[in-house]
């Protein structure tokens, strides 16, 4: 190995330590990490590739993951789980807890546009790293990676709850008690046709419960009302 290609690797290691520390894992081939970093308004050696294998290593840590952890869950269930788990705005949280942004080589247009926080951006680099890891180091390797990070998350959620919506978790709260399902109505409409704001009401009379949303669909205002119900429920039995 020659001395400028030595200095360079100290260089990269010493600039991406933290980054490193966090994901849990030292590159035997900085230049792959370098790689994962790279956008391709940057130079033609980027991380697409990368993100198109770390993309396949997510989904797979994250399935198997789930299937041990999870024993009595369905394959419904499980489905439902890694896909809110893998998606877009959580490896985006995990792009900001790791500072990516500022680490990214983005050519002078996207840098100008604010590529650096663009979401789909932070996305695919952090699946590049999961995709740069299993390279360098195996799938053990990117495993311990992608745990590194999702662990931590899944502690903090409803892993119940998780990517359901809110009238389906009101409709099986109340037939897990044999109660009555809601009954929904529109109780005002506003507007020209296309523009227009419905308003909802969510009646729950067996629990003496009535609560309202309102949006720009029949559909989303009574998600916010059935949102509302289950909320005032949660807070009647705390």
Known sequence: MSACISILI?????DNAELCRQLGHVFKQPLLLQRALTHRSYAP???ERLEFLGDSVLGCVIAQYLYREF???SEGDLSRLRSNLVKE??????????NLGSQLKLGEGELKSGGHRRPSI???AVEALFGAIFIDGGFAAAEAAVLNLFV???????MKTLGKDAKTMLQEYLQGRRLALPDYSVTDTQGVAHEQ???VECAIPSLKITTRGEGTSRRNAEQQAALAAYQLI???HD
């Open 234 to 236: 949660g807070k009647k």
């Open 197 to 199: 704001l419905f308003q």
């Open 122 to 124: 932070l996305a695919d």
């Open 10 to 14: 100290v260089r990269q290691n010493k």
């Open 71 to 73: 024993p009595e869950m």
């Open 89 to 98: 705005s959580t490896l985006v949280l995990f792009a900001q807890q790791l």
């Open 152 to 158: 931590p998350y899944l502690a903090s959620v409803d």
């Open 45 to 47: 050696d980027h991380y």
